[in-house]
């Protein structure tokens, strides 16, 4: 176990609606990044958070948005969802020094219908 | 742009023998640093093993160790004594500054007894 949790687990919306992942990071991990896994491919960068800002953010749509907390945890949220949103949605929790290894959490399964 | 990739779909190993998983990168930095990271069926992202581009020795983690060619952009994973804890997704990754993983499409691999 890495200490980072996602909730939840698995999620059913329907196109168009709108949703949202949540992330707990690990205990000291001030930046939290957020990867779209569609099936059978590797991860993708959406975005990444630090001390409750934006810093980086991959090619999304900007109904692709987040939110960092006090407490570093973190929410990604997705608007007028469509069928290619389903995928498994990992979020990542490190340290802020530059090539630190990334804590996962166990992902959020999305299937969107 | 980064981009990683991973020729080898799928892979198989007899229990207790020597694999290696091959991994090339393209990138304009001369600063970086390189993961192995493994997926199995739980989904959670777990370390392999981490290399800093600007250290010539390969890195080793007990089983695991790379062999890193900065100049040929490669960076491959030997696992030896293959386990069948082992079977699952290994993907490889790349980081530059920002802490931003580009990911490959992963290799599938399969420990037989």
């Known amino acids: 176990e890495t200490g980072v949790t996602q909730s939840p687990t698995h999620l059913i919306k329907t196109r168009g609606q709108q949703v949202t992942l949540r992330c707990s990071s690990q205990?000291?991990?001030?930046?939290v990044s957020w990867y779209q896994q569609a099936l059978g491919q590797g991860p993708q960068f959406i975005f990444q958070?630090?001390?409750?800002?934006?810093?980086g953010r991959g090619n999304f749509p900007p109904r692709f948005s987040g939110l960092q907390f006090p407490n570093y945890s973190s929410e990604l949220n997705v608007n007028a969802l469509e069928l290619d949103d389903s995928a498994l949605y990992l979020c990542?929790?490190?340290?802020?020094?530059?090539?630190?290894?990334?804590?996962f959490g166990q992902g959020t399964r999305l299937t969107v219908v | 742009a980064q981009t990683v990739t991973q020729s080898q779909p799928e892979m198989s190993v007899q229990e207790a023998e020597t694999v290696t998983l091959s991994c090339t990168y393209d990138?304009?930095?001369?600063?970086?640093?390189l993961f192995w990271y493994k997926q199995p069926p739980s989904r959670q992202m777990i370390l392999v093993i981490r290399q800093e581009a600007y250290k010539q020795q390969n890195a080793t983690e007990n089983r695991f160790s790379v062999n890193f060619q900065k100049a040929a952009k490669s960076f491959s994973l030997k696992i030896s004594d293959s386990q069948l804890g082992d079977t699952a997704m290994y993907f490889c990754?790349?980081?530059?500054?920002?802490?931003?993983?580009?990911f490959g499409t992963g290799t599938s691999l399969t420990v037989i007894p």
């Open positions: 205990s000291g991990h001030n930046t």
């Open positions: 958070y630090y001390r409750e800002e934006e810093n």
């Open positions: 990542a929790s490190s340290p802020s020094r530059v090539g630190a290894e990334a804590f």
């Open positions: 990138t304009s930095e001369n600063n970086y640093y």
């Open positions: 990754a790349f980081m530059k500054y920002g802490n931003q993983f580009y």
